[in-house]
């Protein structure tokens, strides 16, 4: 940067930026990009984005680390094989067995699946160079939400019969009259609105979580300039930026497990009958 | 917010799913899924059920361990309260052997006594008798010589005066006798 570029930010210029001089606060357009790749597969318009790509990062690490952690498996737990046991239990015993009892063991594998792949999917958020929550953008979301949707309600039939709708909609312990308010909301609630609210919890906590590191990250960078009002202002925004990471990674896990949790509720719903 | 309209126009909402995002998610979730399952879940789920497997192996070997301990201990009860009682009697045994060892030696000692005091009575008594003998004889010589010279006469004939001696003491004794029935 010459002298006098430094002179004028000194001055209050703001050629750090682009165009303008205002602060140039991030939009819902920093959830788009541009396609990397672009094929048509059957008739369909496939755009490889960063996000997508990022997803199967995801994928291919979740795999990588599970599949080199458990396969050989010892009876002694050694190196990362005592990491992925932890998680696993955590699965097992704090999520599947809490919820479902004893026949969540069967549901393990799933929501072992859901926990970890959310999981690292919202890491990416705070993952230098990735820097992007694939859960953010909704379609992933909605498409894990669609998965637990498709698992519970079949399952619930399964397992219950036809019933199982009337035990969803229908509570013991109220009077009769009652029904003619309970049944529409308990319908709406359990079936139609479940599946949306799942995905949309996560998927706004991780939108919004990106957001906020992009606007401090940005301001960050924005208000740098060699004088007092430039120093204090960039500086205390990037330790809101590093304050913020740390929250976002809290916030990362926790979704990861109400994500996970939820799901073992809706399949409890199914499995046994109250 | 006109940005934000113009997006929503173009379709790229934050809220829109787009179809191939939609199906890509659900593919990269089923293959991590299908994944996991198959390569890395029964790994560690054998793990723990052996771990359990050995876990509850060693607790039924430490209860029967303990089993077998318990068992030991009471053997070793039993054998010392026997042993116990095993020796309250030999010391019951001894104190009995002890008094009629006791007993014994009295009982000889009593029966040595006896003994030693018989057979002094019986020295006793001989010497009486033969002192009495020869008193008899000397007290009878003297008695005759005595006599022999207050009457002047002779006596020598020693057949008579024995006769004489002995017939007096036979009178004495007879007297003796007499009055010591009538005492």
């Known amino acids: 940067m010459s002298a006098s570029a430094l002179l004028a930010l000194s001055e209050g210029s703001c050629h750090l930026v682009p165009e303008g001089c205002g602060f140039p606060a991030p939009n819902t357009e920093i959830f788009n990009f541009d396609s990397v790749v672009e094929f048509s597969l059957f008739g369909l318009e496939f755009h490889i ?43 097992r015993d704090g999520i599947a067995r809490e919820t479902i009892g004893k026949a969540g063991d069967q549901f393990v594998p799933l929501l072992f699946t859901f926990f970890f792949f959310v999981w690292v999917l919202n890491i990416m958020s705070i993952l230098p160079f990735a820097q992007f929550p694939v859960t953010s953008r909704f379609a992933i979301p909605v498409a894990f939400a669609i998965l637990v949707y498709l698992v519970w309600v079949p399952l619930g039939v ?35 609105v479940r599946p949306f609210t799942h995905s949309v919890r996560l998927f706004a906590n991780m939108f919004a979580g990106h957001m906020l590191l992009v606007t401090f990250s940005v301001a ?44 073992a509720v809706y399949i409890n719903d199914a499995v046994n009958a109250h | 917010m006109s940005h934000a309209m113009s997006t929503l126009a173009e379709g790229s909402s934050v809220l829109a799913v787009p179809i191939d995002e939609l199906i890509i998610g659900l593919l990269a979730f089923l293959i991590v899924f299908w994944a996991l399952s198959k390569l890395a879940l029964p790994g560690i789920r054998k793990a723990l059920e052996e771990r359990t497997a050995a876990i509850e192996g060693g607790i039924a070997r430490a209860e029967e361990r303990e089993a077998q301990a318990a068992a030991l201990y009471s053997q070793y ?101 007499a009055s010591g029935t009538s005492a």
């Open chain 1, 158 to 192: 399964k397992k219950q019969g036809l019933v199982f709708f009337k035990n969803m909609t229908m509570p013991p312990d109220v009077p009769k009259a009652m029904y003619v308010l309970l049944v529409p909301i308990e319908i709406l609630s359990n079936f139609i």
């Open chain 2, 77 to 177: 009860q039993a054998q010392l309260a026997e042993a116990r009682t095993e020796a309250a009697q030999i010391r019951a045994q001894a104190q009995a052997d002890k008094s009629a060892m006791v007993e014994e030696a009295r009982t000889e000692a009593a029966e040595a006594a006896a003994a030693v005091t018989a057979r002094a009575e019986a020295a006793i008594s001989a010497e009486r008798a033969s002192t009495v003998a020869s008193l008899r004889r000397e007290v009878g010589t003297l008695a005759v010589t005595l006599a022999g010279k207050v009457v002047g006469e002779s006596l020598h004939d020693d057949a008579r005066a024995q006769a004489t001696v002995d017939r007096f003491i036979a009178d004495l004794e007879s007297q003796a006798a």
């Open chain 1, 220 to 263: 960050t960078w924005y208000l740098l300039s060699p004088n007092i009002v430039g120093i204090i202002g960039s500086g205390a925004s990037f330790v809101v930026t590093v304050g913020l990471t740390g929250f976002e990674l809290l916030i990362q896990g926790l979704q990861a497990y109400v994500f996970t949790l939820l799901a």
């Open chain 1, 49 to 91: 984005t960063k996000p997508l790509i990022l997803l199967l990062i995801g994928a291919l690490l979740i795999v990588v680390f599970f599949v080199l952690a458990f396969r050989k498996a010892k009876i002694v737990p050694r190196g990362i094989q005592g990491l992925g046991e932890y998680g696993y239990l955590f699965v």
